[in-house]
């Protein structure tokens, strides 16, 4: 049985998520406050941490930053009200794995959680005898055995998430892919979850990919998707 550390103030959001999580087989733990959370995160084992960022003693982007720093390397979800595109930036920054915006519908939440645990337990795995694979387009280079992302040799810091997405335009450059096929990719997600969550996390890479480079990588092809190509 999987189990999720639920830290939230808000009863009503805890009793909906704690139903449904439980009656998907999830054994969930709660807590109310983000000292107390945090205790929990690092004295217990979890699969997956659902973290409010609006928390009465300790903000969750410090609950998060706390956990990070205890190198505690469970995935973290954070549920925020505040959607903003700065919002979640920060969020992420402070070393969550992905966010969901209040109002949510459950079976985003549970697809969202599905996708954590999944990428999590793969990373686990032993790779070590993988091969190196290394991308390139341009000046942009993918170390995939390093992790590591360069763009005219200076490095670029991703998330995990923005990573997977990148990594699945550039392994399928000059082809254009849906939004549903960079949701299956970089979240393992094989339904179209009705919110801009591909659009976002493309002006992510953007800003980091192309904003300082006269030559665009990324493109929007409307109505279809995106590919990662250099414009003729």
């Not at 999830?26 to 959370?37: A, C, D």
């Not at 694979?133 to 040799?153: A, E, F, M, P």
Request: hydrophobic share 40%; net charge negative.
């Amino acid at each position: 049985m999987k189990r999720i550390l639920l830290i939230e103030d808000e009863i009503s959001v805890v009793t909906f998520i704690k139903k449904g999580l439980t009656e998907e087989g999830y054994e969930v733990s709660v807590s109310l406050t983000g000292e107390v959370g945090f205790q929990m995160a690092s004295s217990f084992q979890y699969d997956l941490i659902i973290l409010d960022i609006m928390l009465p003693d300790k903000n969750g982007l410090e609950v998060c930053k706390s956990i990070r720093q205890n190198n505690v390397k469970t995935p973290i979800l954070f549920l925020t009200a505040l959607g903003t595109t700065e919002n979640v930036v920060i969020g992420l920054n402070a070393g969550a794995d992905d966010y969901l915006v209040k109002p949510f519908k459950f079976i985003e939440l549970h697809a969202r959680i599905n996708a954590l645990i999944r990428r999590n337990e793969q990373s686990g795995s032993d790779d070590s005898q993988a091969p190196q694979h290394i991308y390139q387009i341009d000046d942009l280079v993918i170390n995939d055995d390093s992790k590591v992302v360069t763009r005219n040799n200076e490095n670029i810091t991703l998330t995990a998430t923005e990573y997977r997405l990148l990594l699945a335009l550039i392994r399928n450059r000059g082809k254009v892919l849906s939004r549903l096929d960079l949701l299956e990719s970089a979240w393992d997600i094989n339904f179209d979850l009705g919110t801009n969550l591909v659009d976002v996390y493309i002006n992510y890479l953007r800003k980091k990919i192309d904003a300082q480079s006269p030559n665009k990588l990324i493109h929007t092809v409307v109505g279809m998707g995106y590919v990662l190509k250099i414009k003729s």
